[in-house]
């Protein structure tokens, strides 16, 4: 089992930024990939962005590229999701998981094998 925790989301402006971090405990952070999902209301969820084991390889959805970046620090068991330039679409819960695969694609929420319980993110206009 892997226990993981979401924290940074908020309530700001269109064109502002927040930093999200999931700390991982339990089993060996390092062995898995991860990704951030998000969920708005009455949609499903989707993915966001996602990191490899050792952080060699990340992969983001097309409307977040260039504006959100994910990293990882193995030595902290943490993965962060770097927002800027955020768009009121980009109000959600954001939800970090670890991955069964990771491969550069649109990820489904299928491929999670553990969740976070999710940050609200709430951008105004």
């Known amino acids: 089992q892997v226990q993981l925790v979401e924290s940074g989301g908020g309530l700001v402006q269109a064109g502002g930024s927040l930093r999200l971090s999931c700390a991982a405990s339990g089993r060996t952070f390092s062995n898995y990939d991860m990704g951030w999902f998000r969920q708005a209301p009455g949609k499903e969820r989707e993915f966001v962005a996602a990191i490899k084991r050792k952080g060699e390889s990340t992969h983001y959805k097309d409307s977040v590229k260039g504006r959100f970046t994910i990293s990882r620090d193995n030595d902290k068991n943490t993965v962060y999701l770097r927002m800027n330039s955020l768009k009121p679409e980009d109000t959600a819960v954001y939800f970090c998981?670890?991955?069964?695969?990771?491969?550069?694609?649109?990820?489904?929420?299928?491929?999670?094998?553990?969740w976070g319980q999710g940050t609200q993110v709430t951008v105004s206009s």
């Open positions: 998981a670890a991955l069964r695969a990771y491969y550069t694609a649109t990820l489904p929420a299928s491929l999670a094998l553990y």
